[in-house]
């Protein structure tokens, strides 16, 4: 109307989005409308529902606490320092990944996909929220971890490197998590085999951790 003086800022701002606010809401978007297309094993009676059972069998083998007790218990049986130093690492390397995870899960608090089925294999309080893939970081981190310190023939090193796709492209397929879930939680966990591999403990730098067993 005449006389009518000029929008304020932040009306402005809403009635012209920025670029990449609009770029962010389409991806956005794209991701959910993917996500839940590719949730074939979301349920029984989902596209391939058949082959759940399959996928929360692979679910589980990528499961923290499956890794941790079997690290922890090879800790205790090992009796070589060699493999000790390996296998505490291992166990430094799946103790940070779950405190990160856990904190940008808290921090961020996106909500699962509305048709995932809340059955998985034992959760705590925050496995509520999807991103990122705490699966997903953990099968980056334990892949660049065997692949670096374990001496293994090609046909178990393409194995391991499978086994990290299979582990991340079962929670989009359960219906766990959204694509960009396991995208951030692969990015995250090879950027978490960095830090370990500068924190790398030893006898020469942690005497007293090693004096444990």
């Not at 009518?4 to 012209?16: F, I, R, V, Y």
């Not at 409308?33 to 759940?52: D, Q, T």
């Not at 103790?95 to 899960?105: E, S």
Request: aromatic residues 8%.
């Amino acid at each position: 109307p005449a006389g009518a003086g000029p929008l304020p800022e932040e009306d402005c701002m809403k009635l012209n989005p920025s670029f990449v606010g609009i770029a962010l809401s389409s991806l956005l978007a794209v991701d959910l409308w993917a996500s839940k297309r590719l949730g074939v094993c979301a349920g029984e009676g989902s596209a391939w529902g058949s082959a759940r059972p399959l996928m929360k069998v692979i679910e589980v083998s990528g499961h923290g606490i499956p890794w941790l007790l079997g690290t922890f218990y090879g800790l205790c049986q090992s009796d070589s320092s060699a493999a000790r130093e390996v296998l505490l690492n291992l166990l430094f390397a799946l103790l940070l990944d779950l405190a990160m995870v856990a904190v940008v899960k808290g921090l961020v608090k996106r909500p699962r996909p509305t048709h995932n089925k809340m059955d998985m294999f034992v959760t705590i309080s925050v496995d509520k929220y999807s991103f990122p893939s705490g699966h997903a970081t953990r099968a980056a981190l334990v892949c660049r971890f065997v692949l670096r310190h374990l001496v293994l023939a090609v046909p178990l090193r393409v194995l391991v490197v499978l086994w990290a796709l299979m582990v991340s492209l079962s929670r989009v397929m359960l219906g766990r998590h959204n694509m960009t879930d396991v995208l951030f939680g692969l990015l995250l966990g090879y950027a978490l085999y960095g830090v370990v591999e500068r924190c790398w403990l030893s006898p020469a730098t942690v005497p007293a951790l090693f004096a444990l067993w």
